[in-house]
Protein backbone atom coordinates (compact mmCIF):
# COMPACT_ATOMS: atom_id res chain seq x y z
CA UNK A 1 0.00 0.00 0.00
CA UNK A 2 1.03 3.60 -0.23
CA UNK A 3 1.44 5.50 2.78
CA UNK A 4 1.94 9.44 2.78
CA UNK A 5 2.36 11.64 6.68
CA UNK A 6 2.23 15.25 7.05
CA UNK A 7 1.59 17.04 10.30
CA UNK A 8 -2.38 18.17 10.53
CA UNK A 9 -1.72 20.96 11.60
CA UNK A 10 0.83 24.10 12.02
CA UNK A 11 1.19 27.81 13.28
CA UNK A 12 3.43 30.14 12.33
CA UNK A 13 3.68 33.79 12.46
CA UNK A 14 3.37 36.60 9.79
CA UNK A 15 6.76 37.07 8.30
CA UNK A 16 8.37 34.19 9.06
CA UNK A 17 9.46 31.18 7.46
CA UNK A 18 7.85 27.98 7.86
CA UNK A 19 8.76 23.90 6.95
CA UNK A 20 6.00 21.46 6.14
CA UNK A 21 7.37 18.40 6.41
CA UNK A 22 6.07 14.81 4.09
CA UNK A 23 7.34 11.28 3.95
CA UNK A 24 6.13 8.81 2.04
CA UNK A 25 6.53 5.14 1.55
CA UNK A 26 5.03 3.42 -1.85
CA UNK A 27 5.61 0.96 -3.96
CA UNK A 28 7.33 3.02 -6.76
CA UNK A 29 8.27 7.02 -6.97
CA UNK A 30 7.59 8.91 -10.35
CA UNK A 31 7.30 12.66 -8.55
CA UNK A 32 5.92 14.36 -5.60
CA UNK A 33 3.64 16.97 -5.93
CA UNK A 34 2.69 19.87 -3.56
CA UNK A 35 -0.91 21.84 -4.22
CA UNK A 36 -2.27 24.55 -2.04
CA UNK A 37 -5.70 24.34 -1.16
CA UNK A 38 -7.73 27.54 0.45
CA UNK A 39 -10.72 26.14 2.41
CA UNK A 40 -13.52 25.60 0.50
CA UNK A 41 -11.64 26.01 -2.65
CA UNK A 42 -9.77 23.44 -5.59
CA UNK A 43 -6.50 22.17 -5.26
CA UNK A 44 -3.95 25.04 -6.41
CA UNK A 45 -0.47 22.98 -7.81
CA UNK A 46 2.82 24.58 -6.42
CA UNK A 47 5.84 22.89 -7.10
CA UNK A 48 7.15 18.91 -8.40
CA UNK A 49 10.10 17.37 -7.47
CA UNK A 50 11.53 14.36 -9.27
CA UNK A 51 15.20 14.78 -8.89
CA UNK A 52 16.87 14.96 -5.46
CA UNK A 53 16.96 18.43 -4.02
CA UNK A 54 15.54 22.05 -4.03
CA UNK A 55 13.44 24.07 -6.53
CA UNK A 56 12.69 27.04 -5.51
CA UNK A 57 9.75 29.69 -7.19
CA UNK A 58 9.76 32.64 -5.34
CA UNK A 59 8.76 32.56 -1.66
CA UNK A 60 8.15 29.11 -1.59
CA UNK A 61 10.45 25.94 -1.90
CA UNK A 62 10.26 22.40 -1.87
CA UNK A 63 13.25 19.93 -1.41
CA UNK A 64 13.10 16.40 -2.17
CA UNK A 65 15.42 13.18 -0.82
CA UNK A 66 14.22 10.25 -2.62
CA UNK A 67 16.64 7.89 -0.53
CA UNK A 68 14.94 8.91 2.19
CA UNK A 69 11.41 9.32 0.96
CA UNK A 70 11.45 12.94 2.22
CA UNK A 71 9.88 16.34 0.92
CA UNK A 72 9.45 19.11 2.74
CA UNK A 73 7.75 22.86 1.43
CA UNK A 74 9.30 25.72 2.49
CA UNK A 75 7.23 29.16 2.78
CA UNK A 76 9.39 31.92 3.43
CA UNK A 77 8.33 36.09 4.34
CA UNK A 78 4.87 34.36 5.47
CA UNK A 79 1.70 36.27 4.60
CA UNK A 80 -1.89 36.02 5.57
CA UNK A 81 -3.01 34.76 2.73
CA UNK A 82 -0.71 31.71 2.62
CA UNK A 83 -3.65 30.60 5.50
CA UNK A 84 -4.41 27.24 3.50
CA UNK A 85 -4.13 23.49 4.00
CA UNK A 86 -0.74 21.94 1.78
CA UNK A 87 -1.22 18.75 0.22
CA UNK A 88 1.89 16.58 -0.91
CA UNK A 89 1.20 14.27 -3.54
CA UNK A 90 3.17 11.08 -4.41
CA UNK A 91 3.07 9.48 -8.32
CA UNK A 92 3.66 5.79 -7.40
CA UNK A 93 3.99 4.81 -10.80
CA UNK A 94 0.93 2.65 -10.34
CA UNK A 95 -0.35 4.28 -14.25
CA UNK A 96 -1.96 6.87 -15.65
CA UNK A 97 -0.16 9.60 -13.52
CA UNK A 98 -2.17 8.89 -10.57
CA UNK A 99 -1.07 10.75 -7.67
CA UNK A 100 -1.91 9.77 -4.36
CA UNK A 101 -2.60 12.27 -1.32
CA UNK A 102 -1.14 12.85 2.18
CA UNK A 103 -4.71 13.91 4.44
CA UNK A 104 -2.74 17.86 3.83
CA UNK A 105 -1.59 20.05 6.56
CA UNK A 106 -3.73 22.86 7.89
CA UNK A 107 -1.13 26.16 8.16
CA UNK A 108 -2.32 29.18 10.04
CA UNK A 109 -0.73 32.43 9.71
CA UNK A 110 -1.10 34.38 12.62
CA UNK A 111 -0.05 38.46 12.77
CA UNK B 1 -6.54 28.56 -15.12
CA UNK B 2 -7.32 25.21 -17.01
CA UNK B 3 -11.14 25.01 -18.32
CA UNK B 4 -12.40 22.51 -16.13
CA UNK B 5 -16.29 23.29 -14.82
CA UNK B 6 -18.24 20.68 -13.04
CA UNK B 7 -21.85 20.56 -12.28
CA UNK B 8 -23.76 20.43 -10.11
CA UNK B 9 -21.66 22.69 -7.42
CA UNK B 10 -24.24 21.89 -4.78
CA UNK B 11 -26.57 18.91 -4.72
CA UNK B 12 -28.42 17.38 -1.75
CA UNK B 13 -30.34 13.79 -2.30
CA UNK B 14 -31.80 11.29 -0.61
CA UNK B 15 -30.63 7.79 0.39
CA UNK B 16 -31.07 5.12 -2.16
CA UNK B 17 -31.43 7.34 -5.55
CA UNK B 18 -29.09 7.84 -8.39
CA UNK B 19 -26.59 10.92 -8.84
CA UNK B 20 -24.82 11.88 -11.76
CA UNK B 21 -21.80 14.84 -11.39
CA UNK B 22 -20.45 15.47 -14.75
CA UNK B 23 -17.00 17.07 -15.05
CA UNK B 24 -16.27 19.33 -18.18
CA UNK B 25 -12.91 20.45 -19.80
CA UNK B 26 -12.15 22.42 -22.80
CA UNK B 27 -8.18 21.54 -22.36
CA UNK B 28 -8.43 18.31 -24.29
CA UNK B 29 -6.21 16.56 -21.70
CA UNK B 30 -6.26 13.02 -22.09
CA UNK B 31 -6.54 12.07 -18.52
CA UNK B 32 -9.39 13.05 -16.25
CA UNK B 33 -9.87 11.95 -12.72
CA UNK B 34 -12.61 12.10 -10.19
CA UNK B 35 -11.60 12.26 -6.13
CA UNK B 36 -13.62 12.60 -2.99
CA UNK B 37 -12.66 15.08 -0.08
CA UNK B 38 -13.37 14.20 3.14
CA UNK B 39 -11.90 15.20 6.90
CA UNK B 40 -9.44 12.90 7.83
CA UNK B 41 -8.82 11.06 4.85
CA UNK B 42 -7.85 14.12 2.49
CA UNK B 43 -8.31 13.74 -1.49
CA UNK B 44 -8.71 9.64 -2.41
CA UNK B 45 -9.02 8.63 -5.95
CA UNK B 46 -12.47 7.12 -7.10
CA UNK B 47 -12.13 6.54 -10.63
CA UNK B 48 -9.74 7.80 -13.63
CA UNK B 49 -9.88 7.76 -17.56
CA UNK B 50 -7.12 7.84 -19.65
CA UNK B 51 -9.12 8.24 -22.83
CA UNK B 52 -12.14 7.95 -24.36
CA UNK B 53 -14.08 4.97 -23.23
CA UNK B 54 -10.61 4.06 -21.01
CA UNK B 55 -11.36 4.16 -17.31
CA UNK B 56 -10.23 2.14 -14.34
CA UNK B 57 -10.88 1.54 -10.17
CA UNK B 58 -9.11 4.11 -8.06
CA UNK B 59 -8.47 3.70 -4.10
CA UNK B 60 -12.37 3.87 -3.30
CA UNK B 61 -14.26 3.07 -6.38
CA UNK B 62 -17.00 0.94 -4.62
CA UNK B 63 -20.69 2.10 -5.23
CA UNK B 64 -19.85 5.04 -7.77
CA UNK B 65 -18.99 3.94 -11.50
CA UNK B 66 -17.95 6.12 -14.64
CA UNK B 67 -18.56 6.82 -18.17
CA UNK B 68 -16.38 8.67 -20.75
CA UNK B 69 -18.20 8.80 -23.95
CA UNK B 70 -16.35 12.52 -24.97
CA UNK B 71 -12.76 13.45 -24.54
CA UNK B 72 -13.88 17.04 -22.60
CA UNK B 73 -16.56 14.80 -20.29
CA UNK B 74 -16.35 12.74 -17.55
CA UNK B 75 -19.30 11.70 -15.59
CA UNK B 76 -19.24 10.36 -11.89
CA UNK B 77 -22.32 8.21 -10.79
CA UNK B 78 -23.74 6.99 -7.64
CA UNK B 79 -26.07 4.31 -8.59
CA UNK B 80 -27.75 4.19 -5.10
CA UNK B 81 -26.39 7.16 -3.20
CA UNK B 82 -25.89 6.17 0.65
CA UNK B 83 -25.22 8.83 3.82
CA UNK B 84 -21.61 7.61 3.83
CA UNK B 85 -21.05 9.13 -0.09
CA UNK B 86 -21.78 12.48 1.29
CA UNK B 87 -18.99 14.51 0.76
CA UNK B 88 -16.97 16.75 -1.70
CA UNK B 89 -16.44 15.42 -5.20
CA UNK B 90 -12.97 17.26 -7.23
CA UNK B 91 -12.43 16.33 -10.75
CA UNK B 92 -9.21 16.77 -12.28
CA UNK B 93 -7.29 16.91 -15.75
CA UNK B 94 -3.66 16.15 -16.11
CA UNK B 95 -2.03 15.54 -20.07
CA UNK B 96 1.40 14.31 -19.54
CA UNK B 97 2.46 14.00 -23.35
CA UNK B 98 2.55 18.43 -23.31
CA UNK B 99 5.25 17.99 -21.27
CA UNK B 100 9.01 17.12 -21.83
CA UNK B 101 10.52 14.02 -20.19
CA UNK B 102 11.46 15.18 -16.44
CA UNK B 103 9.14 18.21 -16.26
CA UNK B 104 5.94 18.07 -14.51
CA UNK B 105 2.66 17.23 -15.23
CA UNK B 106 0.42 18.54 -12.30
CA UNK B 107 -3.32 17.74 -12.19
CA UNK B 108 -5.69 20.96 -12.52
CA UNK B 109 -8.75 20.62 -10.67
CA UNK B 110 -12.27 21.36 -11.16
CA UNK B 111 -14.28 24.08 -8.47
CA UNK B 112 -15.38 20.93 -7.00
CA UNK B 113 -19.61 19.43 -6.20
CA UNK B 114 -20.36 19.75 -2.65
CA UNK B 115 -22.85 16.85 -2.42
CA UNK B 116 -25.02 16.17 1.10
CA UNK B 117 -27.05 12.16 0.86
CA UNK B 118 -29.78 12.51 3.86
Known amino acids: GQNIDQPTEMTATEGAIVQINCTYQ??????LFWYQQHAGEAPTFLSY????GLEEKGRFSSFLSRSKGYSYLLLKELQMKDSASYLC????????????FGKGTKLSVIP | DAGITQSPRHKVTETGTPVTLRCHQTENHRYMYWYRQDPGHGLRLIHY???????DKGEVSDGYSVSRSKTEDFLLTLESATSSQTSVYFC?????????????????FGPGTRLTVT
Open chain 1, 26 to 31: TSGFNG
Open chain 2, 49 to 55: SYGVKDT
Open chain 2, 92 to 108: AISDPSTTGTGSSYEQY
Open chain 1, 49 to 52: NVLD
Open chain 1, 89 to 100: AVDSGAGSYQLT
